[in-house]
């Protein structure tokens, strides 16, 4: 994987500081990657499923552009 000269020296000091060989903290970095994305995709979807329930309880939150109503916060 390609990285300029100045780019490889700040990879090579965050694995450093965590104490990681070059490889490992490469690996990890992808791992973590890929945790976030399905932590974002399961917190979108738990909020998906609750926003009718939160809507309903906090209609002065709902952005005047998404009420049902078209009406605008006062």
Same mark, same amino acid.
């Given at each position: 994987? *390609?990285?300029?000269?100045?780019?490889?020296?700040?990879?090579?000091? #965050? %694995? %450093?500081?965590?104490?990681?060989?070059?490889?490992?903290?490469?690996?990890?970095?992808?791992?973590?990657?890929?945790?976030?994305?399905?932590? =974002?995709?399961?917190? #979108?979807?738990?909020?998906?499923?609750?926003?009718?329930?939160?809507?309903? /309880?906090? *209609?002065?939150? =709902? *952005? *005047?552009?998404?009420?049902?109503?078209?009406?605008?916060? /006062?």
């Amino acid at each position: 994987m *390609p990285f300029t000269d100045e780019e490889l020296e700040g990879v090579r000091a #965050a %694995a %450093a500081a965590e104490g990681k060989s070059l490889k490992q903290y490469l690996h990890d970095l992808g791992v973590r990657e890929m945790h976030r994305k399905r932590f =974002i995709t399961g917190a #979108a979807a738990w909020a998906d499923k609750l926003r009718t329930e939160f809507d309903e /309880a906090f *209609p002065e939150e =709902i *952005p *005047p552009s998404q009420r049902r109503d078209g009406a605008a916060a /006062a």
